[in-house]
Nanobody
C-alpha cells in the first residue's frame, strides 16, 4: 500500500503558475504509475497528466498540453505537476493517484489517492 499527500495548491491569478507536489510513503514508489487528476464543482474527476514508473512516458490532457508538466523523482518518492499559464477553468481540487500495473488515464483504475489540494485561479 502507498500513502499520498499533495501540497502546493493555492490562489493564483490567471496566467500565473503553481507547482503541485505529491509525496508518497509506504511501498516502493517506483513500482507505481502516477497520475494527476482534477475535479471541479459539479464535474467528473478527470486525468490531466500521467507518468510511467520510470518517468520515460507521460500523458497530458489536450486542455493542459503545453502548459502543464508532470515529472517524478523516485529518489524522493515525489511526483510533481508544474502548471503554467493557468486559466480560471483550471479551478478544481487536484489529486494525485497511484496504480501498480499499466499506465492509465482512467480514474477508476487507480488504487490509491491523496486527499487533494485546492487550486483556485482568479480571472
Amino acid at each position: 500500500q502507498v500513502q499520498l499527500v499533495e501540497s502546493g495548491g493555492g490562489l493564483v491569478q490567471a496566467g500565473g503558475s503553481l507547482r503541485l507536489s505529491c509525496a508518497a510513503s509506504g511501498r516502493t514508489f517506483s513500482s507505481y504509475h502516477m497520475g494527476w487528476f482534477r475535479q471541479a464543482p459539479g464535474k467528473e474527476r478527470e486525468c490531466v497528466a500521467a507518468i510511467s514508473r520510470s518517468g520515460r512516458n507521460t500523458y497530458y490532457a489536450e486542455s493542459v498540453k503545453g502548459r502543464f508538466t508532470i515529472s517524478r523523482d523516485n529518489a524522493k518518492n515525489t511526483v510533481y505537476l508544474q502548471m503554467n499559464s493557468l486559466k480560471p477553468e483550471g479551478t478544481a481540487v487536484y489529486y494525485c493517484a497511484a496504480r501498480p500495473s499499466l499506465l492509465s488515464l482512467d480514474r477508476f483504475e487507480y488504487d490509491y489517492w491523496g486527499q487533494g489540494t485546492q487550486v483556485t485561479v482568479s480571472s
